[in-house]
């Protein structure tokens, strides 16, 4: 059974750099043709698919979110990471990592964590 569990910063001020961290156990990061994702929800608004990370060691981002977005993995441990810079009180929400590729809904992937909720103070 795959688990996958967010960690990181729950608050960070605004113009700095949020970073988190999912850890994945029962899969690995490399296991081949797999996506591991990173989703968004603000309060009281959609969700958004924020990026993933390719078995192979590509990278892909949201358009809207490109620019101050950098996905990264460490493959010894089995994790990847996000990185968003220049932070703003609009970029509060509950942050979720997955296992699957390019949907807006969790629904949609194979398998989510918990989420964790980043406040970003102005």
């Known amino acids: 059974q795959v688990q996958l569990q967010e960690s990181g910063s729950g608050l960070v001020k605004s113009s700095q750099t949020l970073s988190l961290t999912c850890t994945v156990s029962?899969?690995?990061?490399?296991?081949?043709?797999?996506?591991w994702s990173w989703i968004r929800q603000p309060p009281g608004k959609a969700p958004e698919w924020i990026g993933a990370s390719h078995y192979a060691g590509n990278y892909y981002y949201n358009p809207s979110l490109q620019s101050r977005t950098s996905i990264s993995r460490d493959t010894s441990k089995n994790q990847f990471s996000l990185q968003l810079s220049a932070v703003t009180p609009e970029d509060t929400a509950i942050y979720y990592c997955a296992r699957g590729y390019g949907s807006d809904l969790l629904e949609c992937y194979s398998a989510w964590g918990q989420g964790t909720h980043v406040a970003v103070s102005s």
């Open positions: 029962g899969d690995s990061i490399t296991t081949t043709n797999s996506y």
